[in-house]
């Protein structure tokens, strides 16, 4: 598997449509390369930090060989919003200017479907294991999000995934933790091999790999309010945590193994 870390920038061109589907209200919108993007908004309720939680988990899981579409910054000038009617989505495009994250549109994508597509337990114990490993709550049975695209499984919205940094506090005990909500993940039943998936990754992240993933992380994304850190030692920290949770991952595979052992 081979990963370069490095993402384009684009520049917003037009808004097409708001994609309310999306608890963050993201939106179809073309860019000045004439590609349609996912724009996933800086101005959103939890602001940055669903962006850089987008982009850890989506260049880890791309870093991984699954399958993703592929993540740009996108420049969103500050004229957008002025002659929007929708006043919500008028003060989330004004509070947004600057630096976005967006995922290339797959057109066509079919939402994933477990009951008429089986995935193989090779594939669901790779994704089953990303989850695991960067926390993400939100690949359910309910909101499963994923698509078929060209007869593959593609990943999307990983958003919600690192939410130890919503509080930002004691994340060496987040990093250490089995995380039991693996149990509601949609390919858990399928995750046959998790234990391999677990040997072959550990070998395969480096230090170096999550390191130039965690660098691409834009400086301001990170000038929160309620902190004193720096853009580099908030990266540090993501980088700790990362780098923490894989020495530890025997606790969180374990964990999704029992958890499957219940279901089965």
Known sequence: MYYTSSLRTVNVTRYITPLREGGSLPALAEADDDFKYVLKFRGNGHGAKALIAE?????????????????????????????????????????????????????????????????????????????AF??????????????????????????????????????????KSPFALIKDHVLLPRAELLQEVNNDFKQFITHEKILAIVSLIPDEWLHWEGTDDTPDQLRGIYFRFLITR????????????????VLI
């Not at 791309?62 to 989505?89: C, K, S, Y």
């Not at 025997?250 to 999704?256: C, I, K, M, R, S």
Request: proline residues 2%.
């Open 134 to 175: 960067i926390t993400n709550v939100d690949r359910t049975f309910k909101n499963t999000n994923m698509l078929m695209w060209h007869k593959e499984l593609w990943l999307i919205d990983h958003g919600a995934c690192l939410y130890f940094h919503h509080s930002f506090t004691n994340w060496e005990t987040h990093a």
């Open 55 to 131: 982009l850890i988990g989506g260049e880890i899981a791309r870093m991984l060989g699954l399958q993703i579409p592929e993540l740009v910054f996108a420049n969103l000038d500050e004229a957008f919003g002025r002659t929007e009617a929708d006043e919500e989505i008028q003060d989330l495009l004004k509070g947004s200017k600057g630096l976005n994250l967006a995922l290339h549109f797959l057109s066509g994508a079919i939402n994933f479907d477990p009951v008429v597509t089986k995935v193989s337990p090779l594939l669901a114990s790779q994704i089953v294991w990303l989850d």
């Open 246 to 261: 894989l020495n530890n991952s025997d606790l969180f595979t374990n964990e999704a193994q029992n958890a499957r052992e």
